[in-house]
Nanobody, 125 residues
């Protein structure tokens, strides 16, 4: 059974850091693209970052470049999202998702086949 479980969210002050984890089971995650998405209250889900089957990295928004880093730990079948210099506008539920059809990062969330339940990130003083 394919399963993705996010963890590592929480409450952090502006300028702080969090590392989110996406633990995969039921499949070998390095054979697929894994993306991180987020959804803030009242807003649509948006892409944050993605790592492809070849380990190429896509960052979807300029505001995240240089602050967010995606990485993959094949031994633990886990993908991480390191988030630094967090801002209040980063507050959202963060989801990881697996793209099975091509192994490449896709912009649209509809391409992704499996999703985790999300982890809440709140950036507030």
């Amino acid at each position: 059974q394919v399963q993705l479980v996010e963890s590592g969210g929480g409450l952090v002050q502006p300028g702080g850091s969090l590392r989110l984890s996406c633990a995969a089971s039921g499949f070998t995650s390095n054979y697929y693209a894994i993306g991180w998405f987020r959804q803030a209250p009242g807003k649509e889900r948006e892409g944050v970052s993605c790592i492809s089957i070849s380990n190429s990295i896509t960052t979807y928004a300029n505001s995240e470049k240089g602050r967010f880093t995606i990485s993959r730990d094949n031994a633990n079948n886990t993908v991480y999202l390191q988030m630094n210099s967090l801002k209040p506008e980063d507050t959202a539920v963060y989801y990881c998702a697996a793209e099975f059809s091509s192994g490449w990062c896709r912009t649209a969330s509809s391409w992704y086949d499996y999703w985790g339940h999300g982890t809440q990130v709140t950036v507030s003083s």
